[in-house]
């Protein structure tokens, strides 16, 4: 061998070793199926009991050490959503025993409607006997403990491993506003049907899969147990692929449902689900087939808040004559304002909206919005920041409301409007919402910058 030839082999080497140890990942698994019957979160009205469990669900953690000593956590959930004091708790327990700064944690839920009740979230959805409550803060504390076990044991895994992305397609996803009898027909169709792939491999062994869909986990309404099309799919690529860690992602999934659905036929209903799964698995198992472009280090990590700003509201007079009227849900809405009117002189103006920015290396940004996004978003930060390069979801932090772009706000209805006041909103936002959010995004991708 000549010493050009030598040189050239002992600097590809190095540069083979060097790559190979960039990244240390870990993964973890919580099982978090009630061992009881348990209130049903997702769907608003009277409670709904759980009767059966037609698959496990789970809290799934991916650690990620970078070459600069630095840890971050992905966790992603099997659940409706958290609420901001749940986040609190959980972003308190990742820092104080296992020393993630609240800006390197990221936590996902797959929005899922047959998952049990946790804590205060959605809270204006259910009036639950004594029993009944109970039963939800024996499966809450449960939860956070399981959120504790899941951080710790992926941090306790980290391994040299490498990572790659790339995106496949799955057509499901319908936007569900056009779905509400002919006068919603005029609404827009957007969609986003992308299904972003990241892969964690060690050598030869496939250690994590991390894939999302901007869609409602909604194809499932009956009294089981399940993550609903989303579990499925991860049950669906965990058995492809022996030994991985499937983790699903909710993107901006806000108008979106998985359509056609079955209502009143539950075998029908999960055998429907279940194919929805094997669609979007085999979309992801497209994607690992190819030669996926690796993702570099560090992680550069960012995370702010901005205030979206609330219309005028229903004044107390009006609250006051309308309560007798009510029953349910909205009665419990309208108690919720006059009470605050009552305490707080008027109810809150404006909505916190926390943002997180991880950017991969050079020019991979994974942008994480709260609360219930619409589509809209995901479309406009990737045309913005680059359709190869970037990934939006929602869902992440509390679920705070549903989060329309000015074009949702405009043209009204459930996501826009009127969807508000079950979150405990006294008002729809203002049309600066989507300006306040880009520009909050923008300032998060320069700092990381």
Not at 122 to 131: A, D, I, K, Q, S
Not at 181 to 202: L, N, Y
Request: aromatic share 8%.
């Amino acid at each position: 061998m000549t010493p050009r030839l030598l040189i050239g082999l002992l600097l590809f080497m190095l540069h083979a070793a060097v790559a190979s140890a960039a990244w240390q990942a870990g993964t973890a698994k919580a099982d978090i199926t009630p061992t009881e019957s348990v209130p049903l979160a997702g769907y608003g009205g009277k409670t709904r009991m759980s009767q059966r469990v037609e698959h496990a669900i789970w809290l799934k953690a991916l650690a990620l050490k970078d070459d600069s000593g630095a840890t971050s956590v992905l966790v992603t959930a099997d659940l409706v959503g958290l609420s901001e004091k749940m986040v609190a708790i959980i972003a308190k327990i990742a820092l104080e025993k296992h020393g993630i700064p609240r800006e390197r944690l990221i936590l996902n839920t797959s929005h899922n409607h047959s998952c049990p009740v946790t804590a205060d979230v959605l809270w204006l959805y259910y009036e639950f006997t004594p029993e009944e409550a109970a039963v939800k803060d024996r499966y809450t504390a449960r939860v956070y403990a399981k959120y504790e076990e899941v951080i710790g044991a992926a941090i306790a895994n980290l391994a040299p491993a490498e990572l790659a992305f790339e995106q496949g397609l799955a057509g499901m996803a319908v936007n569900r506003r056009r779905s509400r009898g002919p006068e919603s027909r005029a609404f827009g169709g957007q969609v986003d049907q992308d299904v972003p792939v990241i892969t964690v491999k060690s050598g030869n062994d496939l250690k994590a899969i991390v894939f999302g869909y901007s869609c409602h986990t909604t194809a499932l309404g009956g009294l089981s147990i399940n993550g609903d099309y989303a579990g499925f799919a991860q049950l669906e690529l965990e058995k492809s692929f022996p030994g991985s860690v499937a983790m699903f992602v909710q993107n901006c999934g806000g108008d979106a449902n998985p359509l056609p659905r079955i209502r009143g036929k539950d075998l029908e209903a999960t055998e429907l689900a279940s194919m929805y799964g094997k669609v979007l698995a085999e979309a992801v198992r497209q994607v690992i087939a190819t030669k996926m472009p690796s993702l570099n280090g560090p992680i550069h990590a960012a995370m702010g808040e901005t205030e979206l700003l609330l219309q005028p509201g229903i004044s107390l007079e009006e609250l006051r004559q309308r309560l007798p009227n009510l029953t349910g849900m909205p009665k419990r809405e309208f108690e919720h304002f006059i009470r605050q009117y009552e305490t707080l002189g008027s109810p809150p103006d404006r909505v916190k909206y926390p943002i997180q920015i991880w950017r991969l290396g050079a020019n991979f940004q994974f942008i994480a919005l709260t609360g219930e996004t619409v589509v809209d978003y995901s479309l406009k930060f990737k045309a913005a920041y680059g359709w190869n390069s970037t990934w939006v979801c929602g869902y992440n932090n509390d679920l705070t409301s549903y989060v329309p772009s000015l074009r949702v706000l405009k043209e009204g209805g459930y996501e826009g409007v009127t969807g508000m006041f079950e979150y405990g909103h006294r008002a729809p936002y203002t049309e600066t919402v989507e300006e306040q959010i880009s520009t909050k995004v923008d300032q998060l991708i320069k700092q990381t910058k």
